[in-house]
């Protein structure tokens, strides 16, 4: 038998939370509680959370900034992994280090502060990244990206911890990036990354981060609580646009709308539920198959609440 209660010995105060709720830590803001939230600092204490619960035969999953992730109505049985942080200390899962070309950062790294961080370096590479909401380690996974650039462009070499105890290195070079997709085994989990940049004249990144910024607010609800991009674009496409085509612009199913800005949106009113959600994927999916001849795939990923 185990407690919940015993995994508060292996984190700092208050890292450790039972019973939380996930609309709390997702920036869709919906979802029911997770037996328990953890909030590793180092790779150390993420090696013991994990291994405590590989004992105990407990599941357990990983997340970032919960930007592009969805959690069922009655939460996680089982322990949610949280990696986002925000001091650059050097030993924890958010360092954050300038080495000639070359910059180290962590898994739990904001993508925006990364993109800040290279431009004040005058190093280029990573601007496109300034209004994406997600982490260095959930966005390597999914390869993300925007304005025709995505991280494998920069990827120098990703640093893996592969349960329960394995620490390695693997160069970019070795790994598969498609359109928001990786080929790096589900297993693992990333805990940091090496990105080679560009020189370049801080300003000038500067001005470019601004010019995207300005494009994301004239063209996406940003303001609002969602999920970013519910639909992968289909090859040569925007989602976004195909919804809209399709007319469903502003279809809600209770708290949750087809945001008017942008079509590939879904926003939460502050009412949402997933259960809701899900009805309206199912019934933006089945209007673009029957009006476009074409079927959405999720970017967001939805989870279950027994599976890890
Ligand atoms: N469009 C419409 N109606 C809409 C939305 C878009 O007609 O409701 C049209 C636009 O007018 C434009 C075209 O569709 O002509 C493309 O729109 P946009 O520039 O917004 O790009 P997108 O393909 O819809 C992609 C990424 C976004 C990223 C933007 C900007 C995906 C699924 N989406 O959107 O990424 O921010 O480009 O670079 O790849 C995300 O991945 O979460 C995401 C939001």
Known sequence: ?????????????????????????????????????????????????????????????????????????????????????????????????????????????????????????????????????????????????????????????????????????????????SYRHTDIDPNAIITGAVFRLIPEEPELIRDRITSFTEYRKQTQPSADQSAGCMFKNPSGDSAGRLIDLAGCKGWHVGGVKVSEQHANFLVNSGEANTADTHRLIDKVRDRVLIEMGIELELEVRILSPEVA
């Open 1 to 177: 038998m185990y407690s919940y209660a015993d995994l508060e010995g292996l984190l700092k105060p208050g890292k450790v939370r039972l019973n939380e709720s996930m609309a709390r830590h997702t920036t869709f803001r919906v979802g029911g509680r997770a037996d328990a939230l953890c909030l590793p600092e180092t790779r150390y204490d993420l090696l013991e959370v994990i291994g405590w619960a590989s004992l105990r035969g407990i599941p357990w999953l990983l997340i970032g900034n919960g930007s592009n992730v969805i959690f069922d109505d009655e939460g996680f049985r089982g322990i949610v992994i949280k990696i986002r942080g925000s001091n650059p200390a050097n030993d924890t899962l958010w360092h954050l280090n300038k080495d000639h070309d070359l910059i180290h950062a962590g898994a739990g790294v904001s993508l925006a502060r990364l993109a800040w961080f290279s431009a004040a370096y005058g190093m280029s590479g990573l601007e496109f990244g300034s209004g994406i909401p997600g982490v260095v380690g959930g966005s390597i996974r999914g390869n993300a990206g925007a304005h025709n650039c995505e991280l494998s462009q920069s990827i120098e070499s990703i640093e893996l911890l592969i349960p329960p105890n394995t620490i390695t290195t693997i160069s970019a070079a070795d790994v598969h990036f």
